[in-house]
């Protein structure tokens, strides 16, 4: 009889464990095919942003303005003037947005992280170039060292217009506005 409870409270547990692993396992999964997914669609709509499968879909994450509130791009665009840098959060680190002319919202915007130590870039706007507060590097506006001790460019990432929203994909622009 005892031994008889045993074994059944003896599977009973085993089954627990399997169950808990099992779901374990398969939410792991689920979210490894969601993510896996949408990068997939941020490269696949990047580079063939009229086909259908692109339609509803909005790459990366949306860029906030400094009160977190999320730029719309007509607000932006009725306010800001060509040569405007607007500093944008949503990625892991801030970036600002660059206006160009007509005026338009440029498809890259430049890192605030200096690639000296890391420092985070204010815009000179009367001088039109950024400056690190810490060592002094300045870039230019477009991010190019004008002078050090940091030695390489701010790095850019993609900038997405669609559906009014301002959208900030954590990858470089297909077209290098440097060149
Ligand atoms: S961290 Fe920017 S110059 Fe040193």
């Not at 490269?43 to 692109?54: E, R």
């Not at 509803?56 to 509130?69: F, K, R």
């Not at 559906?163 to 440097?178: A, C, F, T």
């Amino acid at each position: 009889m005892i031994t008889q409870r045993f074994f059944k409270r003896r599977r009973f547990l085993q089954y627990l464990i399997g169950s808990g692993l099992a779901t374990t396992a398969i939410s792991w999964l689920w979210t490894l095919t969601k993510t896996s997914r949408a990068v997939d669609l941020d490269d696949f709509c990047l580079t063939y942003p009229h086909n259908s499968q692109c339609d509803d879909y909005l790459p990366g994450v949306q860029a906030l303005d400094e009160a977190d509130n999320p730029y719309q791009a007509d607000t932006i665009l009725a306010q800001a003037d060509t040569g405007d840098r607007l500093l944008a959060q949503g990625l892991r680190k801030e970036v600002y947005l660059v206006i160009e002319e007509e005026p338009k919202i440029a498809s890259y915007a430049i890192s605030s992280v200096c690639t000296h130590l890391r420092c985070t870039v204010n815009w000179d706007q009367a001088g039109q170039e950024f400056v690190c507060p810490c060592h002094g590097s300045r870039f230019d506006s477009l991010g190019r060292v004008n002078r050090g001790p940091a030695r390489r460019s701010l790095a850019l990432v993609t900038v997405v217009v669609k559906e009014n929203q301002v959208r900030l994909v954590d990858r470089e622009p297909r077209e290098n506005p440097r060149t």
